[in-house]
């Protein structure tokens, strides 16, 4: 039995339709990513588990509660938001116990929580400090502190690290999905980067234009895309009706393959072609390779060996193993 | 070599010259102290005229005193129309910023698309100046100015359209500076209802703009002469009006009205200064 | 909706169905609530600029006997002394507006050099103050340094030069109108030219403009809006203001503000039709120079 279960969503904003009708089923525990691009509304979506829009139609229910309807103070939800949200007029001790005063617990065992709250986001010589004197990374590990403290039914997470720069966004990423692992906390999880989402996902739900795309886990979403968009947004994937794949039928079907799938070699090979561009990546080499007839594929090499040191002009033979196209209509 | 600041440089010929910055902020720095200086002239001449004894024929004043400073200070007719210019000002600015505070939270939050209404209300003060609309105050509410108490409501309901568009903007940049939104639905989250959510996240981070919003009415209001000249015919006075009913007698008594009078503008002035400064910075 | 329809009835039950007619109760709530809380904002709008307002637009148009007539307006615009006072007022207010935008601009201009210095900030804080000293005590001040025994006076008369200026006159009157409206001007300026990017100048100086070309063709088109909006601001405070000329000239000035005055609390006769005409006459010139301000606006702004 799903833990979240949204069934035909759709909300609109005057003429806009921005969640299109959409079923989503989420199990208990799991790191959810809602991953797309801007537009594609799920930061709508996510609004609306929160309460913090309503639905036009469709029901929403979380553990057996049907909160379609309920107020935001009563869906037991706690969300983080892009631009952290704290209380400037409160320290982060306050801030944390917040939703913990509301509820009326008792001062021992609000400061207990908080005092714990605050140990797992390490940041407990911050407590008397007001957020105004915090950088962006602590600030959003104090709004991290503020919505595990709830012990809520479920987690939302808002972009919340679109905000920061990007070894900050790094290592709070590796936090949250510690986090989650020792808490094991249901997590949703909005971005529009796809190394976050695949990073830390447990299953991934692409969406666009309102309607989900592709729901699967990291590895299938990256490897096994199943339209167009989906391979055009994952990846690097070569999109296109490649002929010289000519053991396989053409038909009017696309191909996508992955750049890193594909083998370079100077002498031996299926398909005969000259590199015309190399971009070095750091950790990988990328080579625009145009085939003999004409058609051109990215092939990605790692940074070492052989391989990497091609340069432009070099004649090269590609190889693509059949089982890596995949085709899509 | 190094010993220099950075905006000088060494000439050809030896020496230094300044660079073209310092010399273009030396000419706008004399623009202002010109400009200011001559437009001050009034106000020093007042400062002096309200602490001269004699003075007649001469520059500066033959003699200096206190005395009418003293006079109007200790005159009860003055303390009198002091305490009804701030019972004015304060509870026009207080009675503004309650009405107009609702307004902007209810705009920033459920009803956005209510701006354009709003900035076509807050022109209106403009567009109807004191001199008209005190017209129809006074034609229509004629039986609430007959006695002090209706006269001092109607007058703070017209102070309202004066300060009204300067008490919006302080309160608005306030708004948006906190980002209120995110607050209030975070704070909706954590379980506190709208009230709450007003009284403990909203209004605690607002007390730049309440202060702001409330000096700057002030300062406005207690320069106010129009609506208590033709409306409150009498009854009682402001200081603008205690001012010019000196008109043609003493020099120096009103002299030492307009620079006290001055002095309450500075330090108005300095409080809004203070606070608008630390909003910025904060 | 249509969905709703189709949709096999698993998902609303008796719970449910309690929650939406709950739902749209407290959504009534909510926006009963709302209008609640804005009713004394608008009450105070409508008694105290609206009523007004509709009432000198009413009784514009009817004489003392009560009956509707055009005649106020004919009076108006028959009587040398009314059209006098029209004409005064858009005269003084014009000039005093145009004057103190010009000084104004480049005092805007130079505060922005200078803003960080302590100077700077000095200066900032006494130009606010002077932008709310008009009125009574100002009028006294010019009378001071002015007046007939004035400071400034004897100063120019010990070096020869007197009548240079009669602070009960038209110049005088001037004079005190540039006073106010230039501190106010300067502060209204100031955020629009702070506003003006730095870069935009290096790029434009790299592209080899001159200092002159890049205020012309850029600078000024880019602040126009805001100077207009400010000499509007200018206009309309001039055109409205009443305390400053009548405390100098004890109401003898004519200008539509102090004729208006007269009329309605004044030593003479109580005629409020005519008050009411005179006024519905200021609010339609503010009104004509806001339209003319809106279609400059429009065309001049891409």
């Known amino acids: 039995m799903s833990y979240l279960r949204l069934k035909n969503a759709r909300k609109s904003f005057g003429a806009l339709t921005v969640v299109d009708d959409l079923d989503l089923n989420i199990e208990k525990g799991q790191l959810i990513t809602l991953l797309g691009p801007s537009g594609c509304g799920k930061s709508t979506l996510l609004r609306s588990i929160a309460g913090l829009e309503f639905l036009d139609s469709g029901s929403i229910i979380l553990n057996g509660r049907d909160i379609t309807h309920a107020r935001p103070q009563k869906r037991n939800i706690a969300m983080v938001f892009q631009h952290y949200a704290l209380f400037p007029n409160m320290t982060v001790a306050d801030n944390v116990g917040f939703g913990l005063k509301i509820r009326k617990l008792p001062i021992e065992s609000r400061l207990r929580k908080v005092k714990e709250a605050l140990e797992l986001v390490e940041l407990t010589e911050f407590s008397q400090q007001k957020p105004a004197f915090l950088s962006g990374g602590q600030k959003q590990r104090v709004a991290l502190a503020r919505a595990l403290v709830m012990e809520p039914d479920l987690l939302l997470l808002d972009e919340p690290l679109s905000a920061l720069d990007a070894k900050l966004r790094k290592s709070l990423r590796q936090q949250i999905k510690h986090i989650h692992k020792e808490l094991g906390l249901t997590t949703i999880f909005v971005t529009h980067d796809q190394e976050e989402a695949l990073a830390l996902s447990d299953k991934v739900v692409l969406l666009n234009k309102g309607r989900i795309e592709q729901h699967s886990t990291p590895e299938k979403l990256y490897s096994q895309p199943n339209s167009k968009f989906t391979a055009g947004f994952i990846g690097n994937y070569n999109i296109g009706r490649f002929n010289c794949l000519n053991k396989l039928p053409i038909g009017q079907l696309d191909m996508a393959i992955r750049p890193e799938a594909i083998q370079i070699d100077s002498t031996n090979g299926d398909v005969a072609g000259k590199i015309i561009d190399r971009t070095l990546t750091g950790g990988v080499v990328r080579y625009q390779v145009k085939t003999d007839e004409g058609e051109i594929l990215d092939v990605d090499v790692l940074n070492y060996g052989e391989a990497s040191k091609l340069i432009i002009n070099d004649s090269v033979y590609l190889t693509i193993p059949e089982d890596e196209v995949i085709t899509m209509a | 070599m190094s010993n220099q600041p950075a905006n000088t440089i060494n000439s050809p010929m030896g020496g230094k010259q300044r660079t073209k910055s310092e010399v273009n902020k030396i000419y706008h720095s004399l623009y202002i102290l010109i400009l200011l200086t001559i437009i001050t002239i009034p106000i020093a001449s007042t400062g002096i005229y309200a602490i001269s004894g004699n003075w007649s024929q001469s520059i500066l004043p033959e003699s200096w005193t206190f005395q009418w400073l003293l006079q109007i200070w200790t005159d009860e007719r003055f303390l009198w129309a002091c305490f009804y210019s701030f019972l004015l000002c304060i509870s026009g600015a207080l009675l503004s910023i309650t009405l107009i505070f609702p307004v902007l939270l209810i705009v920033h939050t459920k009803k956005p698309h209510w701006q354009r209404w709003i900035n076509f209300v807050l022109v209106l003060p403009f567009a109807v100046p004191p001199i008209v609309s005190s017209i129809g105050v006074l034609n229509l509410y004629s039986d609430f100015l007959n006695n002090k108490i209706g006269a001092i409501l109607i007058l703070i309901g017209c102070y309202f359209t004066i300060v009204l568009p300067f008490v919006y903007r302080a309160l608005d940049s306030n708004f948006l500076a906190i980002g209120v939104k995110d607050l209030i639905e975070s704070s909706n989250l954590m379980g506190a209802t709208s009230l709450k959510t007003v009284f403990y996240v909203v209004m605690p981070n607002l007390k730049t703009g309440f202060i702001v919003a409330f000096f700057i009415s002030v300062s406005f209001l207690i320069g106010e002469f129009v609506y208590v000249n033709i409306l409150i015919g009498g009854q009682f006075e402001t200081i603008q009006i205690y001012l010019y009913s000196l008109k043609n007698l003493s020099g120096h008594l009103s002299s030492a009205v307009v620079i006290s009078y001055f002095f309450i503008l500075l330090i108005i002035t300095a409080i809004i200064n203070m606070f608008s400064g630390s909003k910025r910075r904060g | 909706m249509t969905t709703q329809i189709f949709e096999p009835q698993t998902t609303k039950s008796d719970y449910s169905k309690n929650i939406d007619s709950l739902t749209s109760t407290r959504r009534l709530l909510q926006n009963v609530e ?190 126009s809006p805001a100077i207009m909006g400010t000499f509007i601001i200018l206009f309309a405070n001039a055109l409205g203001a009443y305390a400053t000329a009548y405390a100098l000239t004890s109401g003898s000035f004519n200008i539509l503000p102090i004729r208006i005055a007269a009329l309605i609390a004044g030593n003479l006769t109580l005629q409020p039709n005519m008050a009411a005409a005179l006024a519905l006459i200021l609010v339609s010139l503010m009104f004509i120079v806001t339209i003319v301000h809106q279609y400059l606006l429009g065309r001049y702004h891409t």
């Not at chain 3, 009076?75 to 858009?90: N, R, T």
């Not at chain 3, 104004?104 to 050099?113: C, I, R």
């Not at chain 3, 007046?147 to 038209?170: P, R, W």
Request: glycine share 8%; hydrophobic share 55%.
């Open chain 3, 34 to 223: 709302i209008y609640i809380l804005i009713l004394p904002f608008i009450t105070l709008v409508i008694l105290f600029i609206l009523a007004p307002l509709g009432w000198i637009i009413i009784n514009a148009f009817y004489n003392d006997l009560g009956e509707l007539t055009l005649g106020n307006i004919k009076d108006i615009f028959s009587s040398k002394f009314y059209l006098q006072a029209i004409g005064l007022s858009l005269k003084i207010s014009l000039y005093s507006s145009v004057i103190s935008l010009l000084i104004g601009f480049q005092g805007a201009y130079s505060l922005e050099v200078i803003k960080d210095s302590t100077l700077g900030r000095i200066l900032i804080a006494i130009n606010t103050v002077l932008s709310n000293f008009s009125g009574v005590p100002l009028a006294f001040a010019m009378i001071i340094v002015f007046g007939s025994s004035g400071v400034m006076t004897l100063v120019l008369a010990k070096l020869g030069l007197t009548n240079i200026i009669d602070i009960y006159s038209f110049n005088g009157i001037l004079l005190s109108y540039i006073y106010f409206q230039i501190p106010l001007a300067t502060l209204l300026l100031f955020p629009a030219i702070s506003g003006l990017e730095k870069h935009w100048q290096e790029n434009a100086y790299l592209l080899g403009a001159s200092a002159f070309q890049y205020f012309f063709k850029v600078g000024l088109p880019v602040l």
